[in-house]
């Protein structure tokens, strides 16, 4: 099913009026470098704001190029369930580490606290929607 762009959300983040399509956010902080460096990192903020815009609580996001996993680390602050696929092992194993330290109750609340968009909305996200596959060793059907 096809989800709306979320006006409602949109409007809250922007003091009740409608949102811009020129979005003003922060770089990429060191924080968000904790488990290493991706050549192409988005900010947090940024992948935040995308998939509060066009989702919903409990929703799917897909990510076939997850790189470092930043989409997957908005998506589940935000309360939505993340499939993302990897072909490189070094960014596998990063977005795996960085997805073990969000585990670190502490650490996710301040990730929660960096992002301006999360603090407005105070929404809780539903408990941990991520799902873990052991790496595939096996070819698959469709060509490199």
Request: proline fraction near 4%.
């Given at each position: 099913?096809?989800?709306?762009?979320?006006?409602?959300?949109?409007?809250?983040?922007?003091?009740?009026?409608?949102?811009?399509?020129?979005?003003?956010?922060?770089?990429?902080?060191?924080?968000?470098?904790?488990?290493?460096?991706?050549?192409?990192?988005?900010?947090?903020?940024?992948?935040?704001?995308?998939?509060?815009?066009?989702?919903?609580?409990?929703?799917?996001?897909?990510?076939?190029?997850?790189?470092?996993?930043?989409?997957?680390?908005?998506?589940?602050?935000?309360?939505?369930?993340?499939?993302?696929?990897?072909?490189?092992?070094?960014?596998?194993?990063?977005?795996?580490?960085?997805?073990?330290?969000?585990?670190?109750?502490?650490?996710?609340?301040?990730?929660?606290?960096?992002?301006?968009?999360?603090?407005t909305l105070k929404e809780e996200p539903l408990p941990d929607l991520f799902a873990c596959e052991p790496i595939?060793?096996?070819?698959?059907?469709?060509?490199?």
């Open positions: 099913m096809a989800h709306k762009f979320n006006y409602d959300v949109m409007k809250r983040l922007n003091g009740g009026k409608q949102m811009t399509d020129v979005w003003r956010l922060p770089a990429i902080g060191r924080w968000e470098k904790s488990c290493g460096k991706h050549p192409t990192q988005k900010p947090l903020a940024l992948l935040t704001r995308i998939v509060l815009s066009c989702t919903n609580e409990g929703d799917w996001v897909l990510d076939p190029f997850c790189g470092s996993g930043t989409t997957g680390i908005a998506a589940n602050l935000c309360g939505r369930r993340f499939c993302g696929i990897e072909r490189e092992e070094e960014f596998c194993q990063m977005a795996v580490a960085r997805r073990k330290e969000m585990e670190n109750l502490s650490v996710r609340s301040d990730w929660r606290n960096h992002i301006a968009d999360l603090r595939a060793t096996y070819n698959l059907p469709f060509g490199q």
